[in-house]
């Protein structure tokens, strides 16, 4: 049996759901600790015990990017691969790939200093969600409802000054019912879906208390999916998509370590076992 | 074992991993645990949260 191997920096819910299906299905599994995990330019895969495929799960995007690159170095098949991770990772990466691919996704506006940004939203017109390009959860995630807000959360960026900070990402607030669907796309397959209902304001992040309600995956979804995963460079995905009132289904955002406990909850399929699985399956190919 | 913030009591399930984080009843502190053996711990101070954290 092939041995799997699951590399995390934090083990949250999904990292102990993986590790018992991996074992549950006879596989020799072992968890990684990322951040005591040392790697340089003479390291060979001979000198670790990454096993026969590995699991990239850390919470760290950063972290588990450059892990995944280190794996790749040393010839360990890994999901999502360094390419797929770093599509899906970096906000305005996934959007431009997303539309080079022809996936319906919300319109977006990159600018790249504080006064291009402001000169997009006076034209353009409010309101517009302002996103960071990297990060998660919902978090820096702003609706900017007029040029008060904006003005504000532009003088907070310019004062924290980090290198992204001066990345504007704006995008169309898409109008849609306060819902979003997050579906889970592994290899050719969305294996499951739900909806992710508000909780009270515009987001509809699980973990800001969004509701799972189970989806059905219909034609339609599946084929968007699929574009997108294609889009990025497929692989493990989890993948949010928003009901235009006009467009039909838009594609906002493509994850890279999906986390699923809230999915898992409705899910018809066990989407840890399909996890392992696809991983092990490709790997030994 | 006690906790090595405020010294509270601090029950770690028997099925906690390496990887999992603890958090102190008492003072809110949280912790990773580092190592186990048996029902020995070691705990280090868990990271915080960082900006490029999540999926």
């Known amino acids: 049996m092939p041995k799997v191997r699951i590399v995390f920096d934090r083990v949250r819910l999904e990292e102990k759901m993986l590790e018992e299906k991996a074992v549950e299905l006879g596989h020799d599994t072992k968890m990684i600790d990322a951040k005591i995990t040392n790697v340089s330019t003479e390291s060979k895969r001979s000198d670790f015990d990454f096993g026969d495929v590995v699991l990239e799960r850390c919470v760290s995007y950063f972290r588990g990017l450059h892990f995944t690159a280190c794996l790749e170095f040393l010839g360990v098949p890994v999901f999502n691969k360094f390419e797929v991770a770093n599509n899906c990772g970096n906000k305005m990466i996934t959007s431009l790939l997303l539309k080079k691919h022809n996936v319906p996704t919300p319109k977006t506006y990159f600018s790249f200093s504080s006064e291009s940004a402001v000169e997009v939203l006076d034209k353009e017109g409010y309101p517009l969600v302002i996103k960071p390009i990297i990060g998660s959860w919902g978090r820096g995630v702003v609706l900017l409802k007029d040029r008060d807000t904006a003005d504000a959360i532009i003088e907070v960026r310019e004062l924290n000054d980090g290198p992204l900070d001066r990345i504007y990402y704006l995008q169309e607030a898409v109008k849609r019912p306060p819902r979003d669907i997050r579906a889970i796309a592994v290899g050719d397959q969305v294996i499951a879906a739900m909806y992710r209902t508000s909780s009270g304001g515009f987001k509809t992040n699980i973990a800001l208390g969004g509701e799972p309600v189970p989806c059905e995956i219909t034609k339609e979804l599946e084929d968007i999916c699929m574009k997108a995963s294609e889009a990025v460079g497929g692989g493990i995905l989890g993948i949010d998509i928003m009901e235009d009132e006009k467009r039909g289904l838009v594609v906002h955002e493509v994850n890279n370590t999906v986390e699923f406990k809230g999915l898992a909850k409705v899910a018809k399929r066990n989407i840890p076992r399909e996890m392992i699985e696809y991983a092990v399956r490709s790997a030994v190919k | ?55």
């Open chain 2, 1 to 55: 074992m006690n906790c090595p913030e405020c010294d509270a009591n601090l029950k770690i399930p028997d099925d906690a991993s390496v990887g999992e984080i603890v958090s102190c009843p008492d003072c809110g502190a949280d912790f990773e645990i580092a190592s186990k053996n048996g029902t020995v711990c070691e705990l280090k101070h868990a990271e915080k949260v960082g900006e490029d954290w999540g999926e």
